[in-house]
């Protein structure tokens, strides 16, 4: 097995649950495309809650109605 000594970089892309490509849940086509193009790798994660740059707390899905 060899690995590659070229720096890496991290795309961030933030979509929602109801987002779809073609009938398919738009994570989902993400991580296949970046199959195909061959990259190193790709993962989705659930985000629950959490807050960016303008500190508004956020949060979702079910969670989201109890609150």
Same mark, same amino acid.
Request: hydrophobic letters at 40%; proline letters at 3%; a positive charge.
């Given at each position: !097995?060899?690995?590659?000594?070229?720096?890496? /970089?991290?795309?961030?892309?933030?979509?929602?649950?109801?987002?779809?490509?073609?009938?398919?849940?738009? *994570?989902?086509?993400?991580?296949?495309? =970046?199959?195909? =193009?061959?990259?190193?790798?790709?993962?989705?994660?659930?985000? !629950?809650?959490?807050?960016?740059?303008?500190? /508004? /707390?956020?949060?979702?899905?079910? *969670?989201?109605?109890?609150?």
């Amino acid at each position: !097995m060899s690995f590659s000594t070229q720096p890496a /970089v991290r795309l961030t892309v933030l979509v929602d649950d109801t987002d779809v490509w073609h009938h398919k849940p738009v *994570h989902s086509e993400i991580v296949h495309r =970046a199959h195909a =193009a061959g990259l190193t790798g790709a993962s989705t994660f659930h985000g !629950m809650e959490g807050f960016g740059g303008r500190q /508004v /707390v956020r949060f979702g899905g079910a *969670h989201a109605a109890a609150r």
